[in-house]
């Protein structure tokens, strides 16, 4: 079976349109010239489900796109609305709170964006991205490959990889080079039972010198009022080709971290993009981790712990959930989390629906604090030259214990996000 690539519709339509919810547009036919004078109108559709601080994103018709340069939103009431806008000409704001069936309307016209309160900021120090909120760090980026531990054998040395990860008020949910697992490394994404052209190198499993994840760029990064984040190129690189490595795949990451939730939770986006890097398939066969990974704080090493939950209610007393030969425990979302300084705090990782597999199978290590989505775990698949891998999920940090109603309403927020009408 192979993934779901640009040769699928709906995969076209993911991979055009990465880090961004699902639109509804209805754009009325405007000419230019009245377009700038009268502005557009944007309404927001809850839809079926309660809103709140929920990143809304839209694209002004062709005809009202040079507004975009110079947007000013205001609500009903006459109140400036902070927006911003991406690499992509789309808009995004937050939408504060509104509830199931209801709607919204906000005015665009020319003139100076409303600015945040605070500002979200993505700084590259070096070979790393440090991303705040409120001046509060949510997360950094390591690009270049970071500082062995002492002891620690070359091979395991790397870059490309999200850690640490905070809660609002500063805990530290993400772990990297854990003695008992030297290759994790906070959120990261290599794939581990493969077979390229004959060969099987082992792109997450470091310390088998088989295969290895290089940074390869960091192409971009953003700030403003609503969102920053960053675009950067991995490549991940079959190290048992003879007579030098050769790249399998080249992967692109791009993550939004939106000034949403204030003191409650950070959320952040990310969009996992792999391509062939030859003429060759990356085969994977079935295997149960591998794709994307969390490694959580060292202090919930060890059953008692660390706590996991799922949307399908599965916690780490499931011993055959967390078993590698029990049957793959699929869920929209998945959380880990425990005490951080005597108090609890967590992480979630939000699964979207348009992924290949969804909801896709997931890893809980019974000891360790590890999650992760696997779509191997669901039998033999493959990456195929010109068709593309694309793989979203959305993160939520906390802290105090998980609240599943709560991560239900998140995950509706960004699987099935309010539709958005601009006239």
Not at 95 to 118: D, F, H, M, N, V
Not at 380 to 401: L, N, Q, T
Request: charged fraction near 25%; charge should be neutral.
């Amino acid at each position: 079976m192979t993934a779901r690539t640009s040769d699928d519709p709906l995969a076209r339509r993911v991979a055009s349109s990465l880090l961004v919810p699902a639109l509804l547009l209805a754009a009325a036919s405007l000419p230019a010239a009245d377009a700038d004078k009268r502005g557009c109108t944007i309404t927001v559709s809850a839809g079926e489900f309660d809103r709140k601080d929920t990143p809304v994103s839209f694209v002004l018709p062709d005809a009202a796109a040079d507004l975009a340069k110079t947007a000013a939103i205001t609500d009903e009431a006459g109140a400036a609305v902070p927006c911003q806008q991406d690499a992509r000409k789309q808009i995004w704001i937050i939408l504060p709170e509104l509830k199931a069936g209801q709607s919204r309307t906000y005015r665009l016209s020319s003139g100076k964006a409303a600015e945040a309160p605070a500002t979200v900021e993505a700084v590259k120090d070096g070979g790393v991205v440090k991303i705040t909120v409120d001046k509060k760090e949510v997360l950094h980026y390591q690009g270049e490959k970071t500082e062995l531990p002492k002891g620690y054998e070359p091979q395991y040395q790397r870059g490309g990889y999200i850690h640490p990860v905070f809660t609002p008020s500063g805990k530290l949910v993400t772990d990297d080079y854990p003695p008992n697992h030297k290759h994790h490394h906070g959120i990261w994404t290599p794939w581990t039972k493969t077979e390229f052209e004959g060969r099987h190198p082992d792109f997450w499993n470091m310390g088998a010198k088989t295969g290895t994840v290089e940074f390869v760029a960091l192409d971009d990064t953003w700030s403003g009022g609503v969102f920053a984040g960053f675009k950067a190129r991995h490549k991940q690189v079959d190290l048992s080709a003879k007579p030098e490595p050769k790249t399998a795949l080249n992967e692109t990451w791009e993550v939004m971290v939106f000034r949403a939730g204030g003191k409650k939770y950070n959320v952040f986006d990310l969009t996992v993009t792999q391509e062939c890097a030859a003429a060759s398939p990356l085969v994977l066969p079935l295997y149960h981790y591998g794709g994307t990974g969390i490694r959580g704080n060292r202090s919930w090493d060890g059953k008692a712990n660390c706590e996991y939950l799922t949307s399908e209610g599965v916690s780490r007393a499931d011993t055959k959930a967390t078993s590698p030969d029990g049957p793959p425990a699929r869920a929209r979302w998945c959380y880990m989390g425990g005490k951080v300084g005597g108090e609890a705090c967590g992480i979630a990782m939000l699964d979207h629906p348009d992924n290949f597999r969804a909801p896709q199978p997931l890893r809980l290590h019974p000891t360790e604090p590890f999650i992760g989505y696997c779509a191997s775990k669901l039998g033999d698949w493959k990456i195929e030259p010109g068709k593309p891998y694309v793989a979203r999920y959305r993160f939520i940090v906390a802290d105090g214990p998980p609240d599943k109603a709560e991560l239900d309403r998140q995950w509706n927020d960004f699987a099935k996000p309010p539709q958005v009408t601009v006239k």
